[in-house]
């Protein structure tokens, strides 16, 4: 599901979300988004590990911006990513809304 | 600043549990005390599943079943019947037909005769229509359990009570059955693989593949003939394998502690899902490759790596079928290549069987021929390839259908359209198992075994 279009677009949009209309925290951001998902607030460890990942892959796609930008390329052909961050932070949200679209919290089957 | 971060956090979290959480929470404990209760019969259960223990070694590791999804006709494959050919356009006598129901088929119909001319094949005799010459030639390997019955006349129920023993959804499929008892061979791969030809899925659907009440990790995976096998095995432009490793780890560390909080075994199942997947992207490109195959092996089967079927795309694939469409020898080669990898169960839907309208694409004189013609080639060289590489000792090949025909054609208004109805109730399954090496034949104990296997399923 992480590779699934519709998913990787939902990822976009709910990292624009987070970005756009959180305080512009790295934490208040990850709760934002958290929340719209899955109607409660996540645990001081839930955010602290998408923290890590967020830093880790801001890190990595700020020493590759072409790598960003290919990544928010295959999201939407419609790109319009908040113009507050640069688009490789940008897609450090992205990776992490795509994560927390795939908790098995989020992935109701039954 | 961080402490007062944390508090808030905490706090926040507190406030805002909600019924739903409580609900999932309470359930959670009920399930406890059931678990204890359920535990005290430990002793029973443990009596039970002794007393079970097979008395024969099992030889068979792994299972291709070959399933032709609308029901092949028995009578114009499998089954001589020269007293119904000398009743052949007689009305069909009454007591055939008192106190029956029958689909499509009202008053007095008339009987239909097989089709096709029949003769003995092999040391053990067996009948075949000439439909499947090439079967024919290693017929001494197959047993043909004419035995088999069913109470359900519409695909969709005789579909699901053929693969997962009830006539209705959420039941698990025989092939998750079989990956959740023994497991797969091979952690790189799914173990029960799935694998579809003729233009379409079966009109049962993905529930014949479902794992039912057992964790879905147990469920059938549908690779596709062209393209790219798995849908969205392929990572997006811009992640690159570290970063989907990242990923991962942390999807996979969030749902542990989420199952260690909610015990809900359904996020463990989840974890090892998108860990099978990532090393998937590895595995599966390479092992459903069928270019490698040398020549003279694709020539065996009739396969043509690459071979893009217009039934994939047409609005109604029976119109444009081909006898020499290989999509379904594509499949078969698959099978041995998945099987020869260590996975368990693969199974395969070929859809277009439904003979009982007029063609194109419907009907026992002209459409019978044409699947014949796309499937007797792979399906007999699926048992000679196996064979000569040592595995059909080890691999059970399964083919059967739903369900077959009626002696009798279904009432119309076009005279001599033979329309036969599908409501039948003898299911034909002919198969190979090296369970008793060279035990083969119309009556062997290898073929009970199996008989049991599948019908003991609906015992409850």
Not at chain 1, 44 to 67: C, F, M, T
């Amino acid at each position: 599901m992480m590779n699934d279009p519709v998913y990787l677009e939902a990822a976009y949009a709910l990292a624009a979300r987070m970005v756009n209309e959180a305080n512009p925290s790295v934490d208040e951001r990850i709760i934002h988004g958290f929340r719209w998902l899955l109607t409660r607030p996540p645990t001081s460890n839930e955010v602290a590990r998408l923290r890590q990942l967020q830093i880790d892959a801001k890190n990595k796609l700020a020493g590759n911006p072409e790598q960003a930008r290919r990544l928010l390329d295959a999201c939407t052909a419609n790109r319009s990513e908040p113009a507050s961050l640069s688009p490789d932070e940008f897609a450090s949200y992205v990776v992490v809304a795509s994560v927390i679209l795939n908790l098995d919290e989020a992935v109701m089957r039954n | 600043m961080e402490i007062t971060m944390t508090l808030s956090t905490s706090l926040r979290h507190l406030q805002q549990i909600t019924r739903r959480h409580f609900l999932g929470n309470a359930g959670l404990g009920i399930g406890a005390m059931a678990l204890s209760a359920l535990l005290d019969t430990n002793d029973v259960v443990a009596r039970q599943s002794s007393a079970t223990i097979p008395t024969t070694r099992p030889k068979a590791k792994s299972i291709i079943y070959l399933h032709m999804a609308g029901a092949p006709s028995q009578l114009d494959l499998f089954e001589n019947k020269p007293v119904l050919s000398k009743y052949d356009g007689h009305a069909c006598p009454q007591q055939y037909l008192a106190g029956k129901r029958f689909a499509f088929i009202k008053g007095v119909p008339t009987m239909l005769a097989p089709l096709f001319s029949y003769a003995r094949y092999g040391q053990s005799g067996q009948w075949l229509s000439n439909l499947l010459p090439h079967l024919s030639n290693v017929i001494d390997d197959v047993c043909v359990i004419r035995s088999m019955t069913t109470d359900q006349f519409n695909h969709v129920p005789a579909q699901l009570l053929m693969q997962t023993g009830q006539p209705r959804f959420g039941y698990a499929s025989i092939g998750s059955w079989v990956t959740y008892g023994l497991g797969s061979e091979n952690s790189n791969l799914p173990g029960f693989v799935v694998l579809a030809s003729g233009g379409k899925t079966p009109d049962g659907g993905k529930s014949l593949w479902g794992s039912g009440f057992l964790p879905s990790v147990f469920q059938g995976v549908q690779c596709r003939t062209q393209g790219e096998p798995i849908l969205y095995l392929t990572d997006p432009q811009g992640i690159d394998r570290e970063l989907r490793r990242w990923m991962i780890d942390a999807t996979s560390d969030l749902n542990r502690a989420k199952c260690e909080s909610s015990g809900d075994p359904e996020s463990l199942t989840r974890i090892s899902q998108y860990e099978l997947a990532y090393r998937m992207q590895t595995t599966v490109p390479a092992a459903v490759n069928i270019s490698n195959e040398s020549k003279s092996t694709l020539e065996l089967y009739g396969a043509v790596p690459g071979y893009q079927s217009l039934a994939d795309t047409a609005d109604d694939p029976r119109t444009v079928y081909r006898a020499d469409d290989p999509t379904f020898a594509n499949n078969c080669l698959l099978a041995r290549r998945l099987v020869e990898r260590g996975v368990r169960f693969v199974q395969l839907y070929d859809w277009g069987w439904d003979h009982h309208g007029s063609s194109p694409g419907e009907s026992v004189d002209e459409t019978l021929p044409i699947k014949c013609r796309q499937i007797d080639r792979a399906a007999t060289a699926l048992l000679i390839d196996l064979k000569q590489r040592g595995m059909l000792d080890e691999t059970l090949v399964v083919w059967g259908g739903e369900f077959g025909r009626t002696p009798m054609m279904r009432t119309t208004s076009v005279p001599n359209e033979k329309q036969v109805s599908s409501g039948v109730t003898i299911t034909r399954m002919h198969l190979r198992c090296g369970l008793q090496g060279a035990v083969s034949g119309p009556d062997s104990r290898t073929a009970q075994l199996m008989i049991l296997a599948i019908t003991s399923r609906r015992i409850p």
